[in-house]
């Protein structure tokens, strides 16, 4: 049986409110937890230091700063024909292009991670984070 090491890996997490349209960053040095949930799954904002919040995970770029498609099974990274949408914006109607996107699943190879508050907690987000 083969042991699988998982390594303490320092992510970025980018924190948006819908509510008053602000971004918030946050260093998170343990994303552990984090590994193998995919874009749209729910988080506890205990994870992130917002006790009380919750969270779901809009998307992401791995350390080369490839995004994450949420269209794409699994944690590689693979290259895709591409009409539009995330990781390619066509200038010409119709224009496809082959190029290199992530998995909707986080791994140790993701670096930044976009998540958007879906419920709030009793103290406001700029006392917990200090912004």
């Known amino acids: 049986m083969a042991v699988i090491e998982v390594r303490k890996m320092a992510v970025r997490v980018v924190i948006s409110d819908p509510n008053t349209g602000k971004a918030y960053q946050v260093e998170l040095k343990d994303a552990g937890k984090l590994i193998g949930k995919k874009i749209g799954d729910a988080v506890e904002g205990d994870l992130l230091g917002l006790p009380g919040y919750a969270v779901m995970i809009t998307g992401g770029s791995d350390r ?28 010409v109607k119709g224009q496809k292009r082959r190029k290199s996107v992530c998995g909707r699943e986080i791994s140790q190879n993701i670096s930044q991670i976009n998540v958007k508050i879906t419920e709030y907690g009793a103290k406001p987000i700029e006392e917990l984070l200090k912004a």
């Not at 490839?66 to 290259?79: A, E, N, V, Y």
Request: aromatic residues 8%.
């Open 64 to 91: 080369d700063g490839f995004p994450m498609r949420s269209d794409l099974p699994g944690m590689q990274r693979k290259r895709l024909l591409l009409a539009g949408g995330v990781g390619y914006r066509p200038r």
